[in-house]
């Protein structure tokens, strides 16, 4: 772990550390609920350089496919699960900084 205190860290900084390093979050009983790296989560998952290059190539699929309605369907359904992601690893994100500061005031008071 850096030793660098979060206080002297910048957003970006504080980031960077928190994508490099496996995030493990528990329950009230200790167990583990998820563990995962987040450079992982956000490791791009596609060809498409940017978001209008995706529209464009749903809209040509949909157009081409046989049944467009269910393309579609299937397609947004796959948007929220990675809209999902990225609002938890958003979360976890806010969860690790407030754990270092949390870590570093005990730190303080010993």
């Keep these: ?3 660098t ?3 002297t860290m910048t957003e970006q900084e504080l980031f960077a550390r928190f994508v ?3 995030f493990v979050r528990r329950g009230k009983s200790g167990r583990i609920n998820r563990a995962y790296f987040p450079s992982m989560a956000l490791a791009p998952t596609s060809e498409y350089e940017d978001l209008n290059e995706f529209l464009e190539q749903v809209a040509k699929e949909a157009a081409a496919s046989d049944d467009p309605a269910n393309h579609l369907i299937e397609i947004a359904g796959e948007l929220k699960g990675y809209v ?3 609002r938890m690893v958003a979360f976890d994100f806010q969860v690790f900084k407030d754990r270092l ?3 570093e005031t005990q730190a303080g008071a010993a």
Aim: cysteine-free.
């Design 5 to 7: 205190s979060s206080a």
């Design 1 to 3: 772990m850096n030793s």
């Design 84 to 86: 999902d992601l990225l």
């Design 101 to 103: 500061e949390e870590n």
């Design 20 to 22: 490099d390093e496996k």
